[in-house]
């Protein structure tokens, strides 16, 4: 388990060094790694699971650059989610914790998050393959 962390912590990072701080991987255009990058992003951040060691470890500029994401390429219901006080939310969640109204909404908006870049995805990726044939 070490491994993997010690791993993943090392990808993230080399991958939020190549970021810096532009707009997109690979300059001022999204490609398929942004496509592939923010819906990883969006399902380790905004589900919230009870396990945050990963989210943890999802450096600041990524974690803006998924959700600037979010905000540029989905509809404006997600706008008010900031991503600060949502990592807060989701480093301070215990596995047996009762959810209040609050936490239950932001997990919905999460759920909704991960669905979104899921089809963003899937619409990027089909309209590329159009490009190719």
Do not use: H
């Not at 388990?1 to 990072?13: G, K, L, P, Q």
């Not at 600037?68 to 600060?84: G, H, L, T, V, W």
């Not at 215990?94 to 899937?122: C, D, H, P, W, Y």
Request: hydrophobic share 40%; aromatic share 14%.
């Amino acid at each position: 388990r070490d491994e993997v962390y010690r791993t993943f912590a090392s990808a993230i990072t080399t991958l939020s060094q190549k970021l810096g701080d532009q707009a997109y991987i690979f300059g001022n255009k999204p490609c398929s790694l942004d496509a592939y990058i923010f819906g990883f992003l969006a399902s380790q951040y905004a589900l919230m699971l009870p396990c945050s060691e990963i989210s943890s470890l999802i450096p600041e500029n990524l974690v803006s650059y998924c959700f600037r994401i979010m905000k540029d390429y989905f509809s404006s219901d997600f706008s008010n989610i900031n991503p600060i006080p949502l990592r807060k939310f989701v480093e301070s969640r215990t596995v047996n914790k009762v959810m209040s109204e609050e936490e239950q909404n932001q997990r919905r908006r999460g759920i909704q998050f991960v669905f979104l870049s899921v089809l963003a995805m899937i619409v990027y990726w089909s309209t590329q393959q159009q490009r190719i044939q």
